[in-house]
């Protein structure tokens, strides 16, 4: 099922989920892919046009724009994809997945404590009782080059073991959108990986929530970027590639996010946002306040 987007009087959107099963799979030669529970991952990048429902519902404070429609929603540093995650929580009603405030001008993050409810020791930045989040490393790796029987993992992830085929946009197996001028559709990014996700390699470089040392103990430590994007090379689409970036640098029009969810609360069939006002991101900064 596509990712629907609706403008109308009452905006929503739907985000359509992977379910990446086969937990507690080893880790690849790379050390990356290995995670302990079955999680979902989204299976398109966030376009502009979510971007655009989710501030007419309410999100604020975060801001994108480098392309318009179903293009992705770039301009966009970790600390806002954060924002936008916490906005998705809070308006259906969870606990917001980072300690983020808003300072006037920029975000800022704090580590959780073990005061705080949901306060995970293996992972200070991720609140455990929060259903969305920015996916880790290992979630990320694991969607993209893992294959769908937890029998190992794929050189790409258009699950296989040859280099994609470069394509200004499309969903043809085995492609990929690299080497192009710009971006295509987050609906249009090439082949699947094996477990059925799409442009996790090339159109945009996508955050990880991970710190580059994938510690998570320092709230405005360099985190990890993967991907590559549309204008990059065949190198940055293979496992190895990563590098690390401050939180708060947006990297212009190649740089973007998308979502996954770990919490394990039974949804319904349409994942609509109806009706939000600007009670999400005040209910972020309350909760902020009452735990400092």
């Given at each position: 099922?596509?990712?629907?987007?609706?403008?109308?009087?009452?905006?929503?959107?739907?985000?359509?989920?992977?379910?990446?099963?086969?937990?507690?799979?080893?880790?690849?030669?790379?050390?990356?892919?290995?995670?302990?529970?079955?999680?979902?991952?989204?299976?398109?990048?966030?376009?502009?046009?979510?971007?655009?429902a989710?501030?007419?519902?309410?999100?604020?404070?975060?801001?994108?724009?480098?392309?318009?429609?179903?293009?992705?929603?770039?301009?966009?540093?970790?600390?806002?994809?954060?924002?936008?995650?916490?906005?998705?929580?809070?308006?259906?009603?969870?606990?917001p997945?980072?300690?983020?405030?808003?300072?006037?001008?920029?975000?800022?993050?704090?580590l959780?404590?073990?005061?705080?409810?949901?306060?995970?020791?293996?992972?200070?930045?991720?609140n455990?009782?929060a259903?969305?989040?920015?996916?880790?490393e290992?979630?990320?790796?694991k969607?993209?080059?893992?294959?769908?029987?937890?029998?190992?993992?794929?050189?790409?992830?258009?699950g296989s073991?040859?280099?994609?085929?470069?394509?200004?946009?499309?969903?043809?197996?085995?492609?990929?959108?690299?080497?192009?001028?710009?971006?295509?559709?987050?609906?249009?990014?090439?082949?699947?990986?094996?477990?059925?996700?799409?442009?996790?390699?090339g159109?945009?470089?996508?955050?990880?929530?991970?710190?580059?040392?994938?510690?998570?103990?320092?709230?405005?430590?360099?985190?990890?970027?993967?991907?590559?994007?549309?204008?990059t090379?065949?190198g940055?689409?293979?496992?190895?590639?990563?590098?690390?970036?401050?939180?708060?640098?947006?990297?212009?029009?190649?740089?973007?996010?998308?979502?996954?969810?770990?919490?394990?609360?039974?949804?319904?069939?349409?994942?609509?946002l109806?009706?939000?006002?600007?009670?999400?991101?005040?209910?972020?900064?309350?909760?902020?306040?009452?735990?400092?």
């Amino acid at each position: 099922m596509e990712v629907v987007v609706q403008k109308s009087s009452s905006p929503q959107f739907d985000i359509d989920f992977t379910t990446i099963g086969n937990a507690g799979n080893a880790a690849d030669t790379t050390g990356y892919g290995s995670v302990g529970y079955t999680y979902r991952i989204g299976t398109y990048g966030i376009s502009q046009n979510q971007m655009n429902a989710a501030t007419a519902l309410g999100l604020v404070n975060v801001t994108a724009g480098a392309w318009s429609g179903d293009l992705p929603a770039a301009y966009t540093n970790w600390y806002e994809a954060a924002a936008f995650v916490n906005w998705l929580n809070v308006s259906k009603g969870f606990q917001p997945a980072y300690n983020l405030s808003w300072n006037g001008s920029a975000w800022n993050m704090d580590l959780w404590s073990v005061s705080d409810g949901g306060y995970d020791l293996n992972n200070l930045f991720r609140n455990s009782m929060a259903k969305y989040v920015l996916p880790s490393e290992n979630e990320f790796y694991k969607a993209a080059y893992g294959k769908n029987d937890g029998s190992g993992y794929y050189a790409y992830s258009t699950g296989s073991d040859s280099a994609p085929t470069a394509v200004a946009s499309g969903t043809a197996a085995g492609t990929a959108v690299y080497g192009q001028s710009s971006p295509a559709s987050v609906y249009q990014t090439g082949g699947l990986s094996s477990y059925g996700t799409m442009g996790q390699l090339g159109n945009e470089e996508q955050w990880m929530e991970s710190t580059f040392d994938g510690l998570n103990d320092s709230a405005n430590g360099n985190r990890s970027i993967r991907s590559g994007y549309w204008g990059t090379g065949l190198g940055s689409l293979e496992p190895s590639y990563r590098y690390p970036s401050s939180p708060d640098d947006d990297h212009g029009s190649g740089l973007s996010f998308r979502v996954a969810s770990v919490e394990a609360i039974p949804e319904p069939s349409i994942y609509a946002l109806v009706g939000i006002g600007m009670s999400g991101l005040m209910l972020v900064q309350r909760r902020k306040k009452m735990g400092s």
